[in-house]
């Protein structure tokens, strides 16, 4: 398994930025594919976006679509999500994921297809 630990959470005013980092130590980092989730109060873990092995896959959630960038930098074992124009609705907690198979080369989306999360981190969005 790969440790994961996720910064850069915070209090932003709606149409800010944030940017997300996740540290990973352990395993080959660039052999996962990687996700961003989030979980706002009261509701489940909902799929954000994810990145292939070496980025050149990517697939977002509707939701965030044109808003939000997912990157990674296998060189610092470091993935990203940069988040513009944010919303009250983007509030929740933001969590990072690797895929349970090492298997970089598949973009998952599903909450199962994970199987090494971080402790996340709090997104606040005032309107």
């Known amino acids: 398994q790969v440790q994961l630990v996720e910064s850069g959470g915070g209090l932003v005013q709606a149409g800010g930025s944030l940017r997300l980092s996740c540290a990973a130590s352990g395993r080959t980092f660039s052999s996962y594919t990687m996700g961003w989730f989030r979980q706002a109060p009261g509701k489940g873990r909902e799929f954000v976006a994810s990145?292939?092995?070496?980025?050149?896959?990517?697939v977002y959630a509707d939701s965030v679509k044109g808003r939000f960038t997912i990157s990674r930098d296998n060189t610092k074992n470091t993935l990203y999500l940069q988040m513009n124009s944010l919303k009250p609705e983007d509030t929740a907690v933001y969590y990072c994921a690797a895929d349970r198979y090492a298997r970089g080369g598949v973009l998952y989306t599903q909450n199962s297809d994970f199987g090494s999360w971080g402790q996340g981190t709090q997104v606040t969005v005032s309107s």
């Open positions: 990145i292939t092995w070496y980025g050149t896959g990517t």
